[in-house]
């Protein structure tokens, strides 16, 4: 090891000290230099194992839907439980960090499944510009992002858009949410999908609709485009999942 490098983990190591790295679940204290939570947190984490299973309820819903290669959601959203605080602090209270970390882990466990290992590039789900502006940020971008160093792939930013501006699917109920976002969804510089395998990220799967209507314009707007779609998130209710 390097006198640099010994210099640089002496001064991460005297600033955790005085500012411990803080939990996005719990809130406790992270020991170790390279967790995204808790021990505790990963432990009791609401895996889904879905990256695992090519035949699993994200992709059967999706592929009654559109022809994609895989989908997954890694962990349940549980209304009551301390995972759901992650979801909240990166995309409603400004912890975007939290988001890039949360990718890298998305990633890290796609990579550990042989089901993943022909995806080579990545993309968020859009917001529209005036979004981003109120917001601040994209979470699914930087989810993308931590998705895309994992996995050493190329992560493609601009090549979607969204150009209309429609009301938040939460604001919507589940029959409108389809309508809400039908034909919103545009693609940039099509030919850099030609040919390639590319994996759409988005923090969560409710309906499905946000995911479906970003890749049926993928695949319109490049033919040659192979899509799959990896979500951190999906609602243990929208898959009747009780407990």
């Known amino acids: ?83 759901r605080h992650l979801a909240h602090n990166f995309k409603f209270y400004g912890r975007w960090r939290w988001a890039t ?48 160093e994992a996995l050493g792939v190329e992560y493609l930013a601009g090549v979607l858009s969204r150009h209309t501006y429609n009301r938040p699917q939460v604001k919507t109920s589940k029959e409108q949410r389809w309508d809400n976002v039908e034909g919103i969804f545009s693609v940039r510089h099509a030919e850099r999908l030609a040919g390639r395998h590319l994996l759409l990220v988005d923090d969560v799967f409710t309906t499905g609709a946000t995911m479906i209507s970003c890749g049926e314009a993928i695949l319109r707007a490049e033919t040659d485009c192979r899509l799959s779609l990896a979500t951190l998130f999906v609602s243990k209710q929208e898959l009747g999942i009780h407990g």
């Open 1 to 83: 090891m390097s006198i640099l490098s010994d210099i640089r983990q002496g001064m991460e190591s005297v600033g955790e000290l005085f500012f411990p790295r803080i939990c996005p679940v719990c809130g406790g204290r992270i020991e170790g230099p390279n967790q995204i939570v808790c021990t505790r947190c990963m432990v009791d984490a609401p895996l889904t194992g879905f990256e695992l299973l090519a035949d699993n309820p994200v992709a059967r819903r999706a592929w009654n839907l559109i022809p994609i290669e895989r989908a997954c959601s890694l962990l349940y959203y549980v209304h009551d439980g301390e995972w």
């Open 101 to 148: 970390d949360a990718g890298r882990m998305m990633g890290s466990m796609l990579a550990e499944s042989p089901l993943w290992g022909g995806v080579d590039c990545v993309a968020a789900v859009p917001l529209h510009p005036l979004r981003r502006l109120q917001r601040g940020y994209n979470q699914s971008e930087y989810l993308a992002r931590g998705v895309a």
